[in-house]
């Protein structure tokens, strides 16, 4: 059963990068797409992107412009980099699989990572 | 961006009512639209995918019905585990993209 762990820094200063890491236990990167995925305090869900098995990469146009999503193979992990973060950006930052047999739904997700932006 | 509205954003029921969320995409999606159930303070869980099939290991008192724009979410008869927030998302193209949730709690 395939079950995802995230990591990364929980607290940000304004205009720094948020690097956060999804690590892929009980199964391999190349079974599915892997998303990021945001919930601000007390909001709904935004879906930041995704990488697919072969490394193609969509993202969200709010966020094009700041979001590199990456893939390691060897360690079968994935990784966010959010860039020139600011207090709108604190959220709790989730990991998740998609998969084509469920329609593309993300059937597996991380614990969640709380990320504050703060000076 | 394809715009997912659900309604009610929010209900109040009792244990063992059948209880009804609605979602509309401003367009057409066929069947690309999932369901999540999230619990405070957890990740949200898949119930539903394309529409109408049910996740492995969910209760069949959840069902999905829709294509096109127009979907429900049915819990036949909700039990207290079922209090949560309900989100519809589409994947029928990018971005993907999720309704603002329901928030169902008892009377």
């Known amino acids: 059963q395939v079950q995802l762990q995230q990591w990364g820094a929980g607290l940000l200063k304004p205009s720094e990068t948020l690097s956060l890491t999804c690590g892929v236990y009980?199964?391999?990167?190349?079974?599915?797409?892997w998303h990021w995925v945001r919930q601000p305090p007390g909001k709904g869900l935004e879906w930041i992107g995704e990488?697919?098995?072969?490394?193609?990469?969509d993202f969200n146009p709010s966020l094009k412009s700041r979001v590199t999503i990456s893939m390691d193979t060897s360690k079968n992990q994935f990784s966010l980099r959010l860039n020139s973060m600011t207090a709108a950006d604190t959220a709790v930052y989730y990991c998740?699989?998609?998969?084509?047999?469920?329609?593309?739904?993300?059937?597996?997700w991380g614990p969640g990572t709380t990320v504050t932006v703060s000076s | 961006d394809i715009q997912m509205t659900q309604s009610p954003s929010s209900l109040s029921a009792s244990v063992g009512d059948r209880i009804t969320i609605t979602c509309r995409a401003r367009?057409?999606?066929?069947?690309?639209l999932n369901w999540y159930q999230q619990k405070p303070g957890k990740a949200p869980q898949l119930l539903i995918f394309?529409?109408?099939n049910l996740q492995r290991g969910v209760p069949p008192r959840f069902s999905g019905t829709g294509s096109g724009t127009d979907f429900t979410l049915t819990i036949s008869s909700l039990q207290p585990e079922d209090i949560a927030t309900y989100y519809c998302?589409?994947?029928?193209?990018?971005?993907?993209?999720f309704g603002q949730g329901t928030n169902v709690d008892f009377k």
């Open positions: 998740a699989r998609s998969l084509v047999n469920v329609d593309y739904g993300m059937d597996v």
């Open positions: 009980g199964g391999s990167l190349s079974g599915g797409s």
């Open positions: 990488i697919s098995h072969s490394g193609g990469t």
């Open positions: 367009q057409s999606i066929s069947t690309y």
């Open positions: 394309g529409a109408s």
């Open positions: 998302q589409q994947t029928y193209n990018f971005p993907r993209t």
